[in-house]
């Protein structure tokens, strides 16, 4: 199995342009969850699906963040406008009940640079 | 909401000595305790878990505890190696799928 897998590795924008990070979750895997990762405020759930499905969306931090899981094998987060202060890396992580392990698989994470 | 605090921040140990990180929690509902361990540029990786109806639960050289009564769980690293440096969480859900609250880390250093 190839893990959870996020792209872009990095990516670098201009504040005001619009972000989109990219989530293929491991195959029968029905939970799919988002973090953000700073020094200042360690690893953050934003949002998390189950079966497509978004079930907390509270650790969302504005509307300028917005999720979608159209199906079962991808995700995305989308940030618009972008502004220096989302500048993070942003982790997608999958799981799923009755299977083990337990916990979650994280991907390798997108560092996000807005200058 | 889930409160995860965890101590120390850093810590430093020389090579072979024992490692000891330490979390506590707030919700008495909780029942699935987690530890992850972050290598630079790496996602958390999940290295070792244990649920509430089990007190104590061993792993080679990684063990945790458990206090359900104190609402306190610890992961304990015995003669440590330079591999082990990295970035440890704890965590704490009501189970082990849906929303897991994370500890802020504890960087561990191991000195050869």
């Known amino acids: 199995d190839a893990g959870v897998i996020q792209s872009p590795r990095h990516e670098v924008t201009e504040m005001g342009q619009e972000v989109t990070l990219r989530c293929k979750p491991i195959s029968g895997h029905d939970y799919l969850f988002w973090y953000r990762q700073t020094m200042m405020r360690g690893l953050e759930l934003l949002i998390y699906f189950n079966n497509n499905v978004p079930i907390d969306d509270s650790g969302m931090p504005e509307d300028r963040f917005s999720a979608k899981m159209p199906n079962a094998s991808f995700s995305t987060l989308k940030i618009q406008p972008s502004e220096p202060r989302d500048s993070a890396v942003y982790f997608c992580a999958s799981s799923a009940p009755g299977q083990g392990p337990y916990g979650y698989t994280f991907g390798s994470g997108t560092r996000l640079t807005v200058v | ?112």
Do not use: M
């Open chain 2, 1 to 112: 909401g889930e409160n995860v605090e965890q101590h120390p921040s850093t810590l430093s140990v020389q090579e072979g000595d024992s490692a000891v990180i330490k979390c506590t929690y707030s919700d008495s509902a909780s029942n699935y305790f987690p530890w992850y361990k972050q290598e630079l540029g790496k996602g958390p990786q999940l290295i070792i878990d244990i649920r509430s109806n089990v007190g104590e639960k061993k792993d080679q050289r990684i063990a945790v505890t458990l206090n359900k009564t104190a609402k306190h769980f610890s992961l304990h690293i015995t003669e440590t190696q330079p591999e082990d440096s990295a970035v440890y969480f704890c965590a704490a859900s009501h189970d082990g799928y849906q929303k897991v609250t994370f500890g802020t880390g504890t960087k561990l250093q191991v000195i050869p």
